[in-house]
């Protein structure tokens, strides 16, 4: 498991850095100054929006350098939830919020128990609205956090750092690693000791931000399209998503109530009070109500087909079994 001297002499809770050690950072692209903001500060709003919406044109094509990797991850996660699994992110900072975000969308999204995907922030939930940054040069933390999740060879550990470096990241992903637990590292820069620390490293080299250092920009981005990516793909994979539908969509509110109306008529070509007829005969389950329709059959048969295709939708309609 790959490591660096200097990651390890960071064990502090960042309350006593030190200031006088020299940690190498400007040596990282997301760090470097950037030649098109230059003067930044002088230019007007419109310039401003420009520069910033010209460097965001590039994300997509960094992210896209790493696209087997992340088709790697996304077979991943779908295997280890098929099988009773975890996907667990663990970030700080930016890295740590947008691992949150995608988190806390999977429930609605696709009905998945809250259990499934899971995040661990440096600093805790608070953190997602307080700065609580210091906590992300602690090695001890990052380990004591992972640790009481308790990962086994049946999770997936993804851990995000901008740098590649964040001592709180990098020591939860090797902690989860030596306890047999899958694990893939998202970064925006190469060679960098999370990414030795993970089984498979996934790298958007999305250059120098705007704002020199300001990893929220098109780091944070390129992290968040990378997971919407991951966790997209791997509910594909398992069924929980009809052609292009979100047929899992959890129906807890007005509009996405309204939502799984639409998709159960578009799926089937019916009208609105079919539609509404056969969710409520469903018991307010779109898959249920749409394996009723496509397969031509009741209810019991239908979340029967469900189970034994573990939640696949296509496959419950066509009453077969899948190898992921």
């Known amino acids: 498991m790959a490591t660096t001297s200097t990651f390890h002499t960071e064990t502090g809770t960042g ?3 030190n200031i006088d050690q020299p940690n190498n950072l400007h040596d990282l692209t997301t760090e470097s100054s950037n030649e098109a903001s230059m003067g930044f500060d002088t230019k007007s709003a419109l310039e401003i929006a420009r520069i910033i919406n010209h460097e965001d044109s590039k994300i997509a094509a960094a992210v896209k350098k790493s696209l087997p990797e992340i088709a790697l991850v996304i077979d991943m996660v779908a295997r280890s939830l098929r099988d009773g699994g975890r996907l667990i992110y663990v970030g700080a900072g930016s890295s740590g919020r947008i691992a949150g975000l995608d988190s806390s969308e999977c429930p609605p999204t696709f009905s998945t128990p809250p259990q499934s995907v899971q995040y661990i922030m440096a600093g ?8 609580v940054e210091v906590n992300e040069d602690s090695t001890e933390l990052g380990q004591r956090d992972i640790a009481r999740r308790r990962p086994t060879r049946k999770d997936v550990v993804i851990g995000l750092s901008s740098s ?19 694990t893939a590292a998202v970064t925006c820069n190469h ?62 509110n007005t509009k996405l109530v309204e939502r799984g109306i639409s998709i159960l008529m578009r799926a ?19 898959p249920v109500a749409l394996v009723m329709l496509k397969a031509g059959v009741d209810k019991p048969e239908a979340v029967r087909r469900l189970a034994k295709s573990d939640g696949n939708v296509r496959l419950a309609i066509e009453d077969t079994t899948l190898e992921l």
């Open 164 to 182: 590649g470096r964040t001592p709180y990241v990098v020591a939860a992903v090797e902690y989860a690693r030596a306890r047999g637990a899958k």
């Open 268 to 286: 089937c070509n019916i009208d609105r009070e079919r539609a509404v007829l056969t969710i409520k005969s469903a018991g307010r389950s779109v």
């Open 124 to 131: 805790g939930p608070k953190a997602l609205a307080s700065a």
């Open 191 to 252: 060679n960098t000791p999370l990414s030795g620390a993970a089984d498979i490293c996934i790298v958007a080299e999305v250059g120098p931000e705007v704002v020199s250092g300001s990893t929220r920009m098109k780091a944070a981005t390129a992290q968040k399209m990378v997971l919407n990516m991951i966790t997209t793909g791997a509910m594909t994979r398992l069924g929980y998503v009809y052609d292009n539908l979100m047929v899992n969509v959890h129906m807890q």
């Open 15 to 17: 309350q006593d850095a």
